[in-house]
């Protein structure tokens, strides 16, 4: 019996693990689970799995919680000590971080300095903190699985071979809903076109990274922390079908892939159970029935956020950490219709440009570079609110 703590259960990768959790009985016990606002959807799950501690993130929502699931043997927590002691209660063996944003790091960080083992969805972890978090697995011994489906992919692909023999990681993307659009026409869109992704159901902010390709760029830095393989080795493919979730290319020329169905609970549920398989009632990928799988470059020029990321990751240091804030807070304000979705490269890359880069190697380093850039990239924001956004 596995038991877990689901760092975001109510958001759309905490849903599907609950539900390979309630589709193999037996097999795990929930102790914790963390949710943001959806208070109503974390009270149904704290009746389904009776956990022993859940957090959310005020005392507010703590003690309106606390009154809705009155007297039962679930402790309620709250704040960034809240989700830390839900990750390193010593009845968890693995933690699921699946919040989003860099609200992910502390608790994710707190536990593989606990030594649990963690399947990954967060990304920004490695994104702002790639160093911290990969020298802190190394000294706890801990094991960090891979959910993100393109490091699942490589992850499978990598196994059973030598690393010196790897040439490169291929990394495919979808190239989310606007594809083959022009820049004239990306001027006009809206968040409603832009949630409308063609493979994935996922949640808000990774949705609108999708269709800049920014979370392309997140998951290159993502893939260079977790391999520990060069970011120049690290190549991004257009491949509008998501059946190919990642490849990796070896030194004589092979190409290993892995591919499946676009459905989450295929990566998530090897990172609960590695080695092992579990059986999911998913339907099989029928290849017959492909008529084809397309490949292309992507286009730099409609979406510069990938070349931003690949950018901060060459500089290092605290860059990173700074576009992924400048990038959070742009896609919030282009949620909210402040600002247009080609204001999201231009604000990133203006406060990338203003920030001066300095090492990363402690958790406070980070923080401090994470809320300068959430500041200027706020002040950069009002600065263009309501004038480029037709
Ligand atoms: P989501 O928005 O559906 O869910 C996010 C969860 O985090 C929710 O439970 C929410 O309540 C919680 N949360 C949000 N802000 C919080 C805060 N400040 N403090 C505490 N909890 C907070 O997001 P998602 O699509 O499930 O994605 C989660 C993470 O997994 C992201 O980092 C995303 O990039 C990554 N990921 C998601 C998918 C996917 O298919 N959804 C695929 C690969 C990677
Ligand atoms: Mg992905």
């Not at 929930?30 to 501690?53: C, H, K, S, W």
């Not at 968040?191 to 979370?215: E, F, V, Y």
């Not at 959070?328 to 604000?347: C, H, M, N, S, T």
């Not at 980070?366 to 200027?376: G, P, V």
Request: contains cysteine.
């Amino acid at each position: 019996m596995k038991r877990l703590a689901v760092l975001g259960s109510t958001g759309s990768i905490g849903v599907s693990t609950l539900e390979i959790v309630a589709e193999h009985p037996g097999q795990f016990q929930v102790v914790a689970l963390t949710a943001g606002r959806n208070l109503a959807l974390l009270e149904e799950q704290i009746a389904r799995f009776r956990p022993d501690v859940v957090a959310v993130p005020d005392p507010e929502n703590a003690q309106r919680l606390q009154e809705r699931i009155g007297a039962c043997a679930t402790r309620v927590l709250y704040g960034t000590d809240g989700l830390i002691a839900c990750v390193t209660d010593s009845h968890v063996d693995m933690v699921v971080s699946a919040i989003v944003g860099a609200a992910g790091l502390e608790p994710t960080l707190a536990a593989i300095e606990a030594g649990k083992d963690v399947a990954l969805a967060n990304k920004e972890t490695l994104v702002i903190a790639g160093e911290l978090v990969m020298a802190a697995v190394a000294k706890s011994g801990c094991q960090l699985f891979p959910v993100d489906s393109e490091h699942s992919a490589i992850f499978q692909s990598l196994e059973g071979h030598r690393k010196e023999d790897v040439r490169r990681l291929i990394l495919t993307a979808s190239g989310g809903p606007f594809r083959n659009w022009s820049l004239d026409d990306l001027q006009e869109v809206t968040p409603q076109d832009a949630l409308a992704h063609p493979n994935w159901t996922m949640g808000r902010k990774i949705t609108i990274d999708s269709a800049t390709m920014m979370n392309k760029g997140l998951e290159v830095i993502e893939a260079h922390w977790l391999f520990d393989v060069p970011v120049d080795d690290i190549a991004v493919h257009i491949h509008p079908e998501s059946i190919i979730h990642s490849m990796v290319e070896y030194i004589d020329g092979a190409l290993i892939a892995q591919l499946g169905i676009p459905d989450m609970k295929t990566p998530i549920a090897y990172a609960l159970t590695y080695p092992e398989r579990l059986t999911l009632d998913l339907p099989a990928l029928d290849l017959c029935r492909l008529s084809q799988l397309n490949f292309a470059v992507p286009d730099s020029q409609c979406f510069p956020c990938l070349g931003l990321a690949y950018d901060a990751i060459r500089r290092g240091g605290t860059t990173p950490a700074v576009l992924n804030a400048a990038n959070e807070l742009a896609v919030e304000a282009f949620l909210q219709e402040k600002i247009g979705f080609l204001d999201i490269p231009r604000i990133i890359a203006k406060v990338v440009a203003k920030h001066t880069n300095t090492v990363a190697s402690s958790l406070e380093q980070i923080l401090t570079a994470d809320s300068w850039a959430r500041q200027t990239a706020h002040d950069v924001i009002h600065e263009i609110e309501g004038v480029s956004y037709t």
